[in-house]
């Protein structure tokens, strides 16, 4: 069995570097200082026996897609990660290596796991260093990101800050309040000493960590941390001296233990996704008018919306790109027809909307079709704008996969 992914290596380029021209990022923190490439290791082996499902919960589909992309793509997005590692059980590699294809993960190449999470992480690192991955082509780099697989919700800003901190103290990690108090029960079960809850934090992931550092910890640590042991800081912290920065992160940090967190999540990705709407609209000008009313009404409503028109008859309705938006945005295809226009002159190919839907939903993009009666009644088109607010914003919301590439009547 091959140990490592087959989809083409790419090599890193050390003299690239960690947002090399010092732009500051959206929030303004400034990555000046770091140079190096940053590579990312996801545990992604266990088989989480909390949730209590025959699929672990890394490849639980949420909203028709896997978590563990969620996950990927959270990285793959991000210009300064060079290269993703994902760690997996034997037994998923196919799996795997299916989901790195399906949904064209370019920066990411998978590896075998071992039987817990820091054998995991330690098989992951591994593949940037041992000489049994030297196909790989994979360069050594600076600093490392560790992240759980099945914290799918992490972003740009705390990633940075994380690396940034990693790379001036060789260890950073994030943490959140504790949401309860931490008590010590005794052998009885009966209360031995609670914590003074403001004085800990819950650790959480990503961590960061100067390469080196780390590979070192995991090659001086005991059977028993592997075996038993929890936390990665506390490895650089007990076999390298590197005492961890600690930054507050966002609550969306969560890890995915539990059968109730996979709705949890679900509903977080289903809010986000509902947020980024497309509408593309024929060419003609009453169209395109009709399309940026309909915008104005749904920016109302906290969503971004974007207008493009393309010619519907003559087969060049396809996926726009969409510059501003993230690639999971949503299509609405909505069609003005002049009363004047037979439906079926206006929409020689009725077809091209359920096609154009079957190609999206591959993109995790879903697609419906919103028909207007265009009139000159002031009064009748503004209640057809109205309608058409409120039939998007309940497709957006629900992103209900039976009703894309429909028609429906507005
Ligand atoms: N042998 C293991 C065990 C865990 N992990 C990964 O480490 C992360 C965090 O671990 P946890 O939430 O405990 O996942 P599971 O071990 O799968 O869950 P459980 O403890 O409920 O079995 C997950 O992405 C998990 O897949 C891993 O790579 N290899
Ligand atoms: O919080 C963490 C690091 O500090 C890890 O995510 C946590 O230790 C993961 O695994 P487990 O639930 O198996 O302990």
Redesign the pocket.
Known sequence: MELIGDLPARPLDPAACFNQHGDPSDDGVSARSFRGPVAVV??????????GLST???FCKLLDRPLISYTIHAFERIKWIEAVIV?V?EQHVELMKSIIQKYNHEKTQWCV?????H???FNGLSVFVDDKFMECHLTKPKVVIIH???RPFVNEDILLKIATAANDHGAAGAIRPLVSTVIATNSEHFLDHSLERSKYRASEMPQAFLFDTIYKAYQKCTEYDFEYGTECLHLVLSYCNTQAKLIEGPPTLW?V?YKQDLFAAESLIKETLSQNVCVITDVDQEALQLGHCLKKMLMTQHMDVEVISAEYGKKKLCIPHVSSQESYNIIIVYISLPESTPFSKKLDEPSAIRRLAKEAKHRNILVYGLLVNYTKDSEELNESLENMCFISKSLMKDRNSALTGQLLVV
């Open positions: 996801l545990p992604a082996g266990g088989c989480g026996e909390r949730m672990p919960k890394q760690v059980a796991g071992g039987l817990t999470r054998r995991s992480i759980d697989a099945v890890k233990t």
